[in-house]
């Protein structure tokens, strides 16, 4: 009886009868002294960090601004920039001035600088609807058409060996599409093999008959003369465009049931895994003529493009795999329960999931592939970097300008990088439907 | 068979039609299925006929929902035959692909593709499974989304809904490919008490349909109201199966008795 009485002093009966409008949140405080105030002076501790922190933010501009602010953009040699400063601090920068084409391009002929200019603007054409879902789907033809394009702008020489090269691929998919509804697999080694036979036998006799009744002939370009920044680019945006899908197959075929495939796949990763990237270069540049018949004249850059892909499909396939093990097991389910078959479900349900999980693995590999590109140079390849290292810096003119060299460099891949890291934060704000 | 049963309820509504034809759905003799050494589900014999709503019920760990999953191979079984409208489920790949589009499935966390929008979770399997025009397609899951009363949210992502109307979406993404035989694996487990009636609501409104529906699921109020046949499972057996009435008024078996006692004692 008391207890009761005493619980329910304490518990006083409430009913609400007329609910409680919503309110706007109260106003932000704001302010710059309020702001650093809670930011920067908020404890004695956090005052000394901001001051010293303060004082080698100054510290750095005062040591880096006179050498900006004073540099010399024109002079002939590096003595004439050291007379023009008289003493005092400043970068000579006139080698940029002087050199860029040497840096951009390297040996490429520079009354073909144009051609290699219009490539690099189609293929930012060529990106755009790979990059954003808005633009047209129809402008995909073009992405689809722009590597064959761009390969005979930089190579020059005869058009008919791009063409020949896309009828080869035409021509396997269109065996792929007509054996596909008997078995997937089996389509694709058929096509594969159809296109191979193609480049083969059919395409060397076509090229040289066609060119010889319409010649669509541009100026060749041998590859030793492709340099500088160029070769990085190229090496750069063919190998991530190429170990992407082959990085994907090589997650899928590791996570499959077939003993064979799942084998070959962990064997393939592990290995190039576990061989640094030079070396894998070195083979490229010097063993693989061992393992061909002599006289093949296969392209030194082409052998870097497959050396630098495999390596980097190898760690694609490892970063899809993690998205790919992320997802919960219940959408495979879902999707198995209403019957799409296998490939149906990973392209249409895993697949753009598990990418986009893996969004920011796959972006550090490709930002990390874009600055190995300069590793060519150990196996002299004149890259930008070898370039610099080479006839830049062992000129009489420019002997010892590193800072401003190296600086531009720098410059240069960071601001191709950063473009890709933003890219890829605004595709994860896009691709977020989730609303977690 | 069923009708007298039901109609002693008083709490439920006589249902509308819901005739059972001597049709087989679902043809299951001597299933085991074993977890590595672990003997899951232990010689399983169930003949479902066309229009049947079956509630399977039992403790957890029972071997009810590995037994619905056998019948769309999302589970293998080892032995024994399951046979789903007339195939026979074996290794075929083809088959297993037939029987699931035949077969629709509701799970417990719903599962709905969280890339796309309502709308399009409902036509990606007509569209390339069935080959449906996609004009078509979007009709049709109009009309199933109106049915399951969420034609509104069509354009917004599974993550913007509520546990309640993702369990109806879900039903909705099945019903789109036209399924003879619904599996619903637990379809109110996973929400909020207040959620659970809407899906249920829909789930009465299909077996009204004439649909065949196979239910794993605690809710005895929808087994006394919809089922025509409860199972009870414990350790991978079936342990009895009767009409909702007797099986729920005067079970047999103890451990049905203790099951009952348990989850309907407060």
């Known amino acids: 009886m008391s207890t009761a009485s005493k619980s329910s002093a304490r518990i006083k009966p409430f009913v609400r009868h007329d609910p409680l409008p919503a309110k706007a949140p109260p106003m932000a405080q704001s302010g710059i002294a309020r702001w650093l105030r809670e930011n920067l002076f908020s404890s004695p501790g956090n005052t000394v960090m901001t001051l010293v922190a303060g004082y080698a933010l100054v510290w750095l501009a005062m040591q880096i601004g006179p050498w900006l602010l004073n540099g010399v953009w024109s002079a002939d040699s590096i003595r004439d920039c050291r007379e023009q400063l008289e003493g005092a601090t400043g970068g000579c920068f006139a080698v940029i001035a002087e050199r860029w084409p040497q840096l951009l391009f390297g040996n490429y002929p520079s009354e073909h600088y144009g051609r290699a200019g219009i490539a690099f603007i189609m293929l930012f054409v060529a990106l755009a609807p790979l990059l954003f879902i808005e633009l047209p789907r129809k402008m995909l033809w073009f992405t689809g058409l722009f590597p064959f394009i761009a390969y005979w702008l930089i190579w020059g020489g005869s058009l008919w060996v791009s063409v020949m090269a896309l009828a080869g691929l035409v021509a396997g998919a269109m065996v792929y599409k007509r054996l596909e509804w008997r078995s997937a697999a089996g389509a694709l080694a058929a096509g594969i093999v159809t296109a191979f036979v193609f480049w083969m036998f059919l395409s060397g006799p076509l090229v040289a008959g066609l060119s010889a009744v319409v010649p669509l002939q541009l100026a060749p370009v041998e590859s030793g003369e492709i340099g500088g920044f160029m070769i990085n680019f190229i090496l750069g945006t063919t190998c991530i465009a190429l170990s992407l899908p082959l990085g994907i197959a090589l997650a899928l075929g590791r996570q499959s049931n077939l003993p064979i495939i799942k084998g070959i796949c962990v064997l393939f990763i592990e290995f190039i895994r576990g061989v640094p990237l030079i070396t894998l270069l070195f083979v490229a540049s010097v063993m693989l003529a061992y393992f061909l018949p002599p006289g093949t004249n296969f392209d030194l850059i082409l052998r870097v493009i497959i050396m630098i892909t495999l390596f980097a499909a190898a760690y694609m396939a490892e970063a899809i795999r993690g998205g790919l093990a992320a997802l919960p097991k219940g959408q495979y389910e879902a999707a198995n329960s209403l019957g799409l078959d296998y490939w149906q479900s990973m392209r249409l349900i895993i697949l753009p999931q598990a990418l986009k999980i893996s969004i920011p693995s796959i972006v550090n590999i490709a930002i990390g592939l874009f600055k190995d590109t300069t590793l060519v140079s150990i196996i002299s390849m004149f890259d930008m970097l070898g370039m610099i290292k080479g006839p830049i810096l062992s000129s009489t003119d420019w002997f010892g300008v590193y800072w401003e060299l190296y600086a531009f460099a720098g410059l240069l891949f960071f601001v191709f990088t950063y473009g890709i890291s933003q890219y890829s934060q605004y595709l994860e704000r896009k691709l977020a439907t989730d609303h977690r | ?266």
């Open chain 2, 1 to 266: 068979m069923t009708d007298t049963s039901i109609q002693t309820d008083p709490a439920a509504a006589p249902p509308k039609a819901m005739a059972i034809s001597d049709e087989v759905a679902i043809d299951i003799q001597g299933m085991n299925k074993w977890y590595g050494a672990f003997h899951v589900l232990r010689d399983i014999n169930l003949t479902v006929y066309r229009g049947e709503r079956i509630v399977i019920c039992g403790p957890s760990g029972s071997g009810k929902s590995t037994l619905i999953r056998c019948i769309n191979a999302l589970e293998e079984h080892q032995q024994g035959a399951i046979t789903v409208d007339g195939t026979r489920l074996s290794s075929d790949l083809k088959n297993i692909d037939k029987i699931r589009s035949e077969v629709g499935m509701c799970f417990q966390h719903f599962n709905l593709f969280p890339h796309l929008t309502i709308l399009e979770n409902c036509t990606l399997a007509p569209i390339w499974v069935r080959k449906t025009p996609k004009k078509e397609a979007e009709a049709t899951a109009m009309h199933f989304l109106e049915k399951v009363k969420i034609p509104e949210q069509a354009d917004k992502y599974p993550g913007q809904l509520s546990g309640g109307q993702q369990q109806r979406v879900a039903i909705a993404r099945s019903l789109c490919m036209r399924p003879k035989i619904m599996l619903f694996d637990e379809p109110t487990s996973a929400l909020d008490p207040e959620m659970i009636k809407e899906v249920l609501d829909t789930m009465i409104a299909l077996a009204e349909d004439g649909m065949t529906m196979l239910c794993v699921t605690h809710e005895m109020g929808f087994a006394r109201k919809v089922a025509n046949r409860v199972i009870f499972m414990d350790q991978g057996q079936i342990v009895e199966q009767n009409e909702p009435e007797p099986f729920f008024n005067d079970p047999q078996s103890d451990r049905t008795k203790l099951f009952l006692s348990q989850i309907l004692g407060h």
